[in-house]
């Protein structure tokens, strides 16, 4: 098995370090560098990990970097890790938003395999949805490799050209939060029609699992699901139709268009 190396040890590196114990892979194999203490421990005890204050140490360790620090700290990350032996023939995993293949090997001073991804936050409960590009210079180990690392935490697809990493942030990457907004405003209306806090909760919470689960369980076209349930002149029908009367189409497009703008801004 391959080695692993999380650069930096928080939200992210703990989601992808639960898939991989979970899928198999053996805790000794993997090594987590973070400088704050509290950070690397919580993960080494809880999973048996190695760990370490040392990023050059973690990347010497180990075949496969991921390179999971805030998106501002990766140019300094890199650049640091120029002084680790051997950095061209790793494999370096980034799931740093807006940080390109360009920047990552312009800081790390070389041609190294990278592979960008752009997760979600489902990913911390193994229900993710990421997408991948891989950059020339990653074989099809490496590649096989990073894809099998991200299905650890849920679904991936793989990207022909790095700027569709910006499309998947505006269909995926942001995209729970448009559901969390929808089922907000859907929670805000059940109170004010008189149900408790604990029973709007509920409602929606039960209906959004539900929808989500009729989806995955189902071939059917998501359309067709809605048909399934929208007879001509039911209540179902009356919702849609005004949603339909408000604009829902456009508002979404707006939305997805206005993300993937401001990730093509931020690059
Ligand atoms: P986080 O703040 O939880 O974790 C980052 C960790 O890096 C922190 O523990 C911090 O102490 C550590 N760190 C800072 N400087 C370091 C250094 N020089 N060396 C080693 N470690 C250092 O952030 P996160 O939510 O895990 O996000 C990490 C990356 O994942 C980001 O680039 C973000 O864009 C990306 N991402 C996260 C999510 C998500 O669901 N959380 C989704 C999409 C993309």
């Avoid at 935490?153 to 700027?163: A, R």
């Amino acid at each position: 098995m391959k080695k692993i190396a999380f650069i930096g040890a928080g939200n992210m590196a703990r989601a992808i370090v639960i898939g991989l114990v979970n899928s198999g892979v053996t805790p000794s194999d993997i090594i987590v560098a973070n400088p704050s203490p509290e950070k690397r421990l919580a993960l080494a005890n809880e999973f048996g990990i190695m760990h370490t204050d040392d990023n050059i140490k973690a990347t010497e360790f180990a075949d496969i970097i991921v390179l999971s620090v805030k998106p501002h700290f990766i140019s300094d990350v890199c650049q640091q890790l120029t002084k680790a032996c051997d950095i061209s023939q790793k494999l370096f995993i980034s799931v740093a938003a807006g940080r390109t293949v360009a920047q990552i090997q312009q800081a790390l001073a070389c041609n190294a395999a990278v592979v960008r991804v752009m997760p979600n936050t489902p990913s911390q409960l193994g229900f993710g949805m990421s997408g991948l590009f891989a950059s020339p210079e990653v074989n099809d180990e490496q590649k096989a490799a990073s894809g099998k690392l991200m299905s650890a935490v849920g679904k991936i697809i793989w990207l022909e050209t790095e700027s569709k990493i910006n499309d998947v942030i505006a269909v995926a990457g942001s995209a729970p939060a448009y559901f969390f907004l929808f089922m907000e405003a859907m929670e805000t209306h059940a109170k004010s029609l008189g149900f408790t806090d604990e029973e709007s909760r509920m409602l929606v919470q039960q209906t959004a699992l539900g929808s989500a689960q009729m989806v995955a369980h189902n071939s059917e076209s998501i359309s067709t699901l809605r048909g399934n349930v929208t007879s001509k002149g039911g209540t179902t029908h009356a919702a849609i139709e005004q949603f339909k009367a408000d604009g829902i189409e456009l508002m979404v497009k707006n939305a997805m268009n206005a993300a993937i703008a401001r990730a093509e801004e931020m690059a």
